[in-house]
């Protein structure tokens, strides 16, 4: 093959934000009609450097070359104009909207300043049926689920006459299926010759679609290397600058234990969300949820947190029946939830990271009872250490983190409670491998020491990998309550959820 | 964190004192305060002394706004106070007594603490955004004020009443003594204590709050009763200074002014952090310019004009993303999402 002059060029890119060094003398090139994947660890500067590219930041040093001419984009709209479209991890589209105006909004048909609704659904529709995809075009966004929602974003990028398309994350909430959809579009749009710059916590997706892959670490460049010539354990290895051996540790799957019994719920249900089920959850119990998206996973936990209030059946806490109407009613008992959406249910962003992380203890004590600013500073500094939150400074602002550091502080803020019953949903969803194992071996010294965890993941492998027992839920139904035997693999947990059979 | 804090006030302190100094230019002697019968006067002391209702309102204007909310209603609420004291005192045999007068001040603060665990009910119970809930105490309280007295100007002839509004106490006038007062137990309770946080958290992120336990109901409601106490003691010190309640005009537009104080103070209307001694500082501001108004001897008919020009340049002052175009001319995009959050944003 031989190397068509880059479309995109960054040289000696620096970004520094107060108290972070962002980006510090990183180059990036991107040729046309190639999928190159951005690889990294949490806040090694992935998104900065996307950010920097389109004009969400500006950058301290550094120069950025599209198609051979110096650029320097004032705000993500003039980066759109030039060539350059980006769909984030988070979708950010206006879920109120239909379809065809989340598509079109900012650039309508007009004839005589007037919007010509027609064509624009009629435009709308033939776009999206290029990308494969049939629904309504006129149907508020907030109708389709997250996935179709991220489906709907490309499409957008991609009719704003991209040259590059950056994919920030697109797959993180996307099922097997969808993730084979947004591939085929992907490749057709490389045939087209668009550059795409790709971002994904997948490996196994990275080395599917990507061509050539950028590795970046502490907001260094690692190196760029071709992905055919590159093999996984050598990529992890330069992505976390350590071995890989910490993350087969965790091989051989943990024994299911006798003990006592702490959560049961008995045909709790709650119409719309899920129907009736049953489950028991033992001390030092590790249960894993899997299923697909919206297969009623999420609903569950918020149930036994009281984050929803149940319309059947009951709930019993060490063998006492209890009502859990609030989530403080959940936290007396001791349970505490992680929940999956980070931006909308968990992170107060104008805080900093101390106050984020002893939000739920305070508000365990009321506001009549402050932490003494000591036991603070001693509870941050021991978890950030524990927990490897970087940077390690209590007072950053906590939306100045990565995504990953993020979700870090999400844990803390529960596990400081010592809870008995610690649910899960998604932790290691969008974050990097190192944290990913971080995170996974956490959960298994958590239950050695008698927490009872229900965990909840898209990655079936990690289910299996950390489960004592799983439930397979499947239409908003608990099909299947499997135990964690020899037998039970990850081929037999998606037979289970796609038949919706007992294995 | 006292850092930030010191530069955050930055802005408003040199606003204010531009406006001191544009007043010493003016008038001789602007900064002298004098002891006169035991009596501290000076122009400074009646800048504090005039601000002081509004100082009180915007305290708990602040809180309700660092939640997310806003309180349209504490205009109303002060003249219902001052209007239900007076007519109390009014019709005491003997207006001096000061039991009487403590019963009838109490009376009128227990009345505006109801009418304020109304607003957070509507708010945080009923789930009305804040803005209409509180328009309707605003609106309907100048109506209850009309009846209390009976659509009347109520007079009263009290030496205790007049205290609190006129009097002085250990050299100072009382009314700055209760808002030194409210002002530390308000920081006692939002920085000393766990209150400051979980209002912050809730302001920040209404649903996250709820998720780590927060009773935001709880908080909310407590925000509205703060602030309406906060008009209450600001009615009584209004009506007490010209020892009559007037259903009308007491306390109008104060809700405004107060706002006012607020964002020049720093804290955002979208909720989240917020800054006392930043609305401090910030209603101070507002009553200067007031006392400027007069010193350097503006036309009556275009003070309004006057006045709109000064707190335009203000609030634009005021805004990082303002000073960071006129006074650092580097190309420096402002980011899409702040300027997003700065929209009103109202809990569900």
């Known amino acids: 093959m031989t190397a068509p002059t880059p ?333 999956e959406n980070r931006r909308a249910e968990g992170l107060i962003p104008d805080l900093t990271v101390r106050e984020n992380l002893i939000l739920a203890l305070q508000a365990a004590r009321g506001w009549s009872r402050p932490i003494p600013r000591r036991k603070q500073d001693e509870l941050v500094e021991k978890y950030i250490s524990v927990l490897k939150i970087s940077p390690a400074d209590p007072e950053q602002l906590i939306r100045n983190l990565s995504g990953g550091n993020q979700q870090k502080v999400m844990l803390a803020r529960w596990l400081i409670l010592e809870p008995r019953l610690l649910i899960l949903d998604e932790p290691t969803r969008g974050i990097d491998v190192g944290a990913k194992a971080e995170i996974q071996r956490l959960v298994a010294s958590l239950s050695d020491g008698g927490m009872a965890v229900l965990f909840i993941s898209a990655e079936l492998e990690e289910v299996l990998r950390l489960s004592h027992k799983i439930g397979v839920l499947r239409d908003r139904r608990l099909v299947a309550e499997l135990d964690n035997d020899d037998d039970l693999t990850t081929d037999v947990l998606m037979e289970t959820i796609a038949s919706g059979a007992r294995a | 964190m006292n850092a930030v804090l010191r530069h955050r006030l930055l802005w408003p302190a040199v606003i204010l004192a531009a406006l001191l100094l544009t007043n010493l230019a003016f008038t001789d002697h602007f900064f002298s305060i004098e002891m006169k019968d035991g009596h501290l006067y000076g122009s400074l002391i009646d800048i504090v002394r005039f601000g002081a209702p509004l100082i009180l309102v915007a305290l708990g204007m602040t809180l309700v706004i660092a939640t997310g909310g806003i309180d349209l209603s504490v205009g109303s609420v002060v003249s219902i106070s001052g209007a239900l004291a007076c007519l109390r005192i009014s019709g005491m045999d003997d207006q001096n007594s000061v039991s009487g007068v403590v019963a009838a001040a109490g009376l009128a603060l227990v009345l505006s603490l109801a009418l304020g665990a109304w607003n957070g009910f509507l708010v945080a119970g009923v789930g009305i955004q804040p803005i209409i809930a509180t328009l309707i105490l605003m609106v309907a309280g100048r109506g209850l004020a009309q009846l209390i007295t009976d659509g009347q100007i109520i007079t009263v002839n009290s030496g205790p009443y007049k205290l609190i509004g006129g009097g002085y106490w250990l050299t100072l006038p009382f009314g700055i003594i209760i808002v030194l007062a409210v002002l530390a137990l308000t920081a006692v309770l939002t920085r000393r204590l766990a209150l400051g946080l979980l209002i912050e958290s809730v302001g920040g992120n209404a649903e996250a709050s709820r998720l780590a336990g927060i009773r935001s109901r709880g908080v909310i409601i407590t925000v509205y009763t703060f602030a309406a106490l906060c008009a209450g003691v600001a009615g009584l010190m209004i009506s007490s200074n010209v020892s009559s309640a007037d259903g009308n005009n007491a306390g109008l537009w104060i809700e405004l002014d107060a706002i006012l104080a607020v964002v020049i103070g720093g804290t955002s209307l979208a909720g989240g952090r917020f800054s006392l001694g930043g609305t401090v500082l910030g209603a101070l501001i507002i009553q200067t310019l007031t006392t400027t108004i007069y010193s350097i001897g503006v036309p009556p008919e275009t003070t309004l004009l006057f006045k709109a020009l000064v707190v335009t340049v203000v609030c634009l002052l005021q805004s990082p993303a303002f000073r960071e175009k006129a006074f650092h001319r580097r190309r420096r995009p402002v980011a899409a999402p702040p300027a997003a959050e700065e929209k009103v944003r109202v809990p569900a």
């Open chain 1, 7 to 339: 479309i995109l060029r960054m040289s000696g890119i620096s970004k520094e934000f107060p108290g972070v060094k962002a980006l510090s003398g990183v180059d990036f090139r991107l040729l046309p009609g190639e999928v190159h994947a951005l690889m990294g660890e949490n806040g090694a500067g992935k998104s900065t450097l996307i950010k920097v590219l389109t004009g969400v930041h500006d950058i301290d040093a550094g120069e950025i070359e599209l198609g051979g001419r110096k650029v320097a984009f004032a705000d993500p709209s003039a980066a759109q104009q030039a060539g350059i479209s980006t769909v984030y991890q988070e979708v950010n589209l206006c879920t109120n909207l239909s379809v065809a105006e989340n598509i079109f909004i900012g650039r309508e048909p007009r004839r005589l300043g007037r919007i010509q609704w027609g064509r624009m659904r009629r435009r709308a529709a033939e776009l999206l049926a290029r990308l494969e995809l049939d629904i309504d075009v006129s149907a508020p966004l907030s109708s389709y689920s997250l996935a179709m929602q991220q489906m709907v974003a490309i499409a957008r990028a991609v009719d704003i006459s991209a040259r590059v398309l950056i994919l920030d994350e697109p797959t993180s909430s996307l099922d097997t299926g969808e993730v084979a959809q947004l591939f085929r579009v992907m490749r057709k749009l490389k045939e087209e010759g668009i550059a795409i710059l790709f971002v994904s916590h997948f490996l196994d997706q990275v080395y599917e679609i990507s061509d050539r892959m950028t590795i970046l670490r502490n907001g260094r460049l690692v190196g760029e290397h071709l992905t055919s010539e590159l093999g996984q354990v050598e990529l992890v290895g330069k992505m976390i600058g350590r071995e890989l051996a910490d993350l087969e540790k965790l091989e051989g799957k943990p024994l299911a234990r006798e003990t006592e019994t702490l959560v049961e719920a008995e045909d709790l249900g709650r119409a719309g969300a899920v129907e009736p089920f049953t489950l028991t959850i033992h001390e030092g119990e590790v249960v894993g949820l899997a299923g697909l998206l919206g297969s009623g996973r999420t609903e569950i936990a918020r149930l036994l947190f009281g984050a929803d209030h149940a319309g059947t059946g009951s709930l019993k806490i060490d063998g006492r029946p209890v009502s859990l109407r609030t989530p403080r009613a959940a936290m007396n008992h001791r349970i505490a939830f992680c929940s």
